[in-house]
């Protein structure tokens, strides 16, 4: 199967808005709890042109998108969206390698996630650790705060290290 992962464009907010949405249901959240979450999981053409933005096609067809932005001096996954029909055929993983990919030609050396709760196995069993909650206002609730450091970047830069005073 093709997966590409090409730019989003700023005319695609509403479409990526609704991608997210109906993402969410997968959870089997109820039509009502999920527009109230609607607001909360707009996508504005602003969020597109400053930051990375990745739609995610399957054989072509638009399945999903990934977000990688910086917040309060921290990298943050902001979003990272499957549709229903994508989940459980290795698209989040290759998805999820793309990221990384991406994070490494940005020199991000890690970033964090705030994760549905439903899909904190899946950033998990990529390497990601949870390192706290954070409180979701709009959902009530609290989240699962979880971390992900680029090994690659990590592992280069000790490879490539000179000690500043050699002994004698």
């Known amino acids: 199967?093709?997966?590409?992962?090409?730019?989003?464009?700023?005319q695609q907010a509403k479409v990526l808005s609704d991608l997210a949405i109906e993402s969410k249901g997968h959870?089997?959240?109820s039509k009502e709890q999920l527009d109230i979450w609607r607001k909360d999981l707009k996508i504005e053409e602003e969020e597109i042109t400053q930051n990375l933005v990745r739609t995610i096609l399957a054989e072509g067809e638009l399945v999903g998108f990934f977000s990688i932005k910086r917040e309060k001096n921290e990298d943050v996954l902001d979003h990272l969206w499957l549709l229903s029909k994508a989940?459980?055929?290795?698209?989040?993983?290759?998805?999820?390698k793309k990221i990384k990919e991406d994070c490494m030609n940005l020199k991000i050396e890690e970033f964090t996630v705030i994760s549905d709760p439903d899909a904190e196995g899946f950033y998990l069993k990529q390497g990601c650790v949870r390192v706290g909650e954070v409180e979701s206002k709009p959902q009530n609730r609290m989240l699962p705060k979880l971390k992900y450091r680029i090994k690659e970047i990590i592992q280069n830069q000790s490879c490539h290290t000179t000690p500043a005073s050699a002994p004698r």
Do not use: D, L, T, V
């Open 27 to 29: 959870w089997g959240y």
């Open 87 to 96: 989940i459980g055929r290795g698209i989040g993983n290759q998805a999820f």
């Open 1 to 10: 199967m093709k997966i590409e992962f090409p730019k989003a464009q700023p």
